[in-house]
């Protein structure tokens, strides 16, 4: 059973900053598209941000300038960080490794989530 393990969630004041990270096992890491998903109260679980083919990032538009994705290939790890927060940015954030960077397929792999709350 493939574990994708999250950590870094939290409570935080509108306007500050948070990191996320997740840790992969090497053969997920390395073949496929490792990003993160949130899912706010009320809401479908939407796109945050994925790395894409040729080692792009596709950003939800809402986090754009805000939340930077990154990884380690050293730790098999990727990260988010999260700056400048809203409280719509309240969510359970999980990691997840896709086969396809453009579609959820069922062969995706999901970690447990991570809770971020952003107090007003």
């Known amino acids: 059973q493939v574990q994708l393990v999250e950590s870094g969630g939290g409570l935080v004041q509108s306007g500050g900053s948070l990191r996320l990270s997740c840790a992969a096992p090497?053969?997920?890491?390395?073949?496929?598209?490792m990003g993160w998903y949130r899912q706010g109260p009320g809401k479908q679980r939407e796109l945050v941000a994925v790395?894409?083919?040729?080692?792009?990032?596709n950003y939800a538009d809402s986090v754009k300038g805000r939340f930077t994705c990154s990884r380690d290939t050293s730790k098999n790890t990727v990260y988010l960080q999260m700056n400048s927060l809203k409280p719509e940015d309240t969510a359970v954030y999980y990691c997840?490794?896709?086969?396809?960077?453009?579609?959820?397929?069922?062969?995706?792999?999901w970690g447990q989530g991570t809770q971020v709350t952003v107090s007003s």
């Open positions: 997840t490794a896709k086969r396809y960077w453009f579609v959820r397929s069922p062969s995706d792999y």
């Open positions: 790395f894409t083919s040729g080692d792009g990032i």
């Open positions: 090497g053969s997920i890491f390395s073949s496929y598209y």
